[in-house]
């Protein structure tokens, strides 16, 4: 079930990212809290969101072929350092009140920007510190590390939020992306049988072995679009995804909104939902963990179970039965992650997989993009209850309509021999 943590380089990778992790979850929550409270709008709280969206989705094909192109690790120490100036940034701003709201919201943006360049190369980085074999376990690994560093943050920082307001929260994640740092400058190049010659790192392909790669990075992010729309597989995949990552997804607007409404808990209670929430993805990591193969079919019951569940939640009666469809919630959510994640890299020849996760991270940056601002004024204008049983059935109709297209397009387009050298 651990196989992954067998490699040295993977336990520092995932002890890095539990702190970084849960200083990231502080972070959300207590911009979107400080948003609604500022303005009383979940619609502008969702603003927030879509400007951390919108630079990913512009800027991750270009990310994504400089991922396949520039060593890992200089790229992410530089990307966790402006991460940290940001986050200080951040602080001095709710602590002085200097720039107000057009401040913070011009941070979110600029904090897209590096989450955009960051994304490929992260995903591409943590891929080849683990055998081949252990990448799917690995994947459900990291993901419970998310969960854990999410339930660490979100329950800190609900109370945080409440006690001491936002700006110690920012100034306690810009400290968390030191531990990445270290990380990085820890993991150690592979050396060859001699003991003297570097080799690369697991599956990392040498920048001369695609053509693509020669000609540029914008041949590249040509080269990866052509790619991508051979694969109708992964687009479908894709798609599911993103439609439920825009209107079966999104909770920090949702669980505000119905924190602030219909349920009337406040910051604290927000916390507590979204630690039950966390705690979900928990369950629902350790579930991807134990599976030895994450396929398509566990997508898709993914994906139904958690709309179903979406459609209940907005029929519940109080915080605890919400609290507890969240959990539920949670553990599908990242299930759903995890196996898109898989399927994405190991249905994908190598040489892609950077252009390949930024797909998928434009992915995520549409339904955040799409989501966030939809739902928050959805539940302006219909309210939080029925904007959570619009979206659930609206889901469960995508991901109907995703299994039946998937199980043809299998078939007919089986995934490619990975060995097979990537076209550009």
Do not use: K
């Not at 943050?153 to 700006?167: D, H, S």
């Not at 659930?392 to 990975?418: D, E, I, N, S, Y």
Request: hydrophobic share 50%; with cysteine.
């Amino acid at each position: 079930m651990f196989v992954a943590l067998r490699e040295r380089d993977f336990r520092i990778w995932m002890g890095a990212g539990f702190v970084s992790v849960s200083g990231t979850w502080m972070q959300s929550l207590a911009v979107n809290w400080y948003v609604l409270q500022a303005t009383g709008s979940a619609g502008l709280m969702g603003l927030a969101v879509l400007l951390q969206s919108l630079p990913v989705l512009l800027l991750s094909s270009w990310a994504g072929a400089l991922a396949d192109r520039l060593p890992g690790r200089p790229l992410l120490l530089c990307t966790q350092l402006f991460h940290a100036a940001l986050a200080v940034s951040l602080a001095v701003v709710t602590w002085s009140h200097v720039g107000g709201l057009g401040m913070v919201y011009a941070i979110c943006t600029v904090g897209g920007v590096v989450n955009a360049i960051e994304g490929p190369a992260m995903g591409r980085f943590g891929s080849t510190i683990v055998e081949p074999a252990a990448l799917t376990n690995a994947l459900s690994l990291g993901s419970l590390v998310n969960s854990c560093g999410r339930i660490l943050g979100m329950a800190l920082g609900g109370i945080a939020a409440a006690m001491i307001g936002p700006a110690l929260l920012f100034a306690g994640n810009a400290a968390s992306f030191l531990g990445v740092v270290v990380a990085l400058l820890a993991i150690r190049p592979r050396h060859g049988s001699a003991g003297t010659t570097a080799a690369p790192l697991h599956g990392a392909a040498p920048p001369s072995a695609a053509r693509d790669v020669e000609d540029g990075i914008a041949h590249g992010v040509r080269a990866g679009l052509r790619y991508l729309r051979q694969q109708p597989v992964i687009l479908i995949t894709l798609g599911l995804a993103m439609v439920l990552g825009s209107l079966g997804r999104n909770y920090q607007v949702t669980m505000a909104a119905m924190s602030s409404g219909p349920l009337h808990i406040g910051p604290s209670g927000y916390g507590l939902l979204s630690t039950f929430f966390a705690v979900g993805t928990v369950l629902g990591s350790l579930v991807a963990a134990w599976q030895s193969n994450l396929g398509y079919q566990t997508l898709i019951g993914a994906g139904l179970l958690t709309s179903l569940l979406q459609l209940c939640s907005g029929l519940s009666i109080g915080v605890w039965s919400f609290a507890a469809v969240m959990l539920l919630i949670g553990a599908g959510a990242v299930l759903i992650d995890t196996t898109v994640s898989a399927r994405v890299q190991l249905d994908t020849h190598i040489q892609m997989r950077g252009r390949m996760l930024a797909a998928m991270s434009v992915t995520g940056s549409l339904a955040g993009a799409l989501g966030a601002p939809l739902l928050g004024w959805l539940s302006e204008w219909v309210g939080p209850r029925q904007t959570l049983v619009l979206a659930g059935a609206l889901t469960t109709v995508a991901c109907v309509a995703a299994g039946m297209a998937l199980g043809g397009a299998q078939h007919r387009w089986p995934p490619p021999v990975h060995a097979e050298p990537a076209t550009s």
